[in-house]
């Protein structure tokens, strides 16, 4: 009704937590998420957000926690779009759905890329601006939420997304970002073999050199 998209399209994918679909508006092609509101893994979702010092004092039913959650990933990606990281713009987000840009590329998984190592610093460089311009941890970054378009690096599934308020906030959420930099090294050296040391990429990103 409020003109965000003209017509709803089929599943992109979907998930356990929620689905997402195609939609057009004109000549444009979006995505809408729309977050199951019985079916998700309440427990896993309540730790990310009562862990989120924006959100500590929500409690409350499964769809309340969902509607939450959806917020939740609207605020972390229109913070991450405002310090020019790399995320889909976001149009909308009412209840528990999301209206947002699609990204035409493919999941870094599914991608055999030209230049590994270019598209890592690439990477590496989205990173550092999550990390000290947007003050936030992805919490949940692997090779199944970096898309590749045009050989660059696009992150999105930001639910999980976690805001720093200090350093003392940080020290007690710093294994999700080693778990972050462990996923992208290990990927890399994996697929790529290009031998990257963990601990110098992690503290790369934390001196932001």
Request: glycine share 4%.
């Amino acid at each position: 009704r409020k003109h965000y998209f003209d017509e709803l399209g089929r599943a992109i994918k979907t998930g356990k937590e929620g689905d997402v679909y195609f939609a057009y508006r004109g000549e444009k092609t979006l995505a809408i998420k729309i977050y199951r509101m019985t079916s998700a893994n309440f427990k896993k979702i309540s730790q990310y957000i009562i862990r989120d010092y924006r959100f500590r004092n929500i409690k409350g039913s499964l769809r309340k926690v969902i509607l939450v959650w959806a917020e939740k990933e609207f605020r972390n990606v229109a913070l991450c779009h405002k310090h020019n990281i790399s995320v889909p713009y976001m149009y909308k987000q009412f209840n528990n759905t999301i209206v947002m840009d699609y990204i035409f590329g493919k999941m870094l998984k599914d991608t055999d890329l030209k230049d590994p190592m270019e598209f890592f610093e690439l990477l590496l460089e989205q990173m550092k601006l999550v990390r000290h311009e947007a003050k936030l941890i992805h919490g949940d970054l692997s090779e199944f939420n970096i898309m590749v378009a045009d050989e660059l690096p696009v992150l999105i599934d930001w639910g999980q997304g976690m805001s720093i308020k200090n350093e003392t906030d940080y020290e007690e959420l710093k294994p999700m970002q080693e778990r972050d930099v462990q996923n992208i090294v290990g990927y890399f050296n994996r697929c790529y073999d290009l031998d990257l040391d963990y601990q110098t990429i992690f503290d790369r990103i934390e001196n932001n050199n």
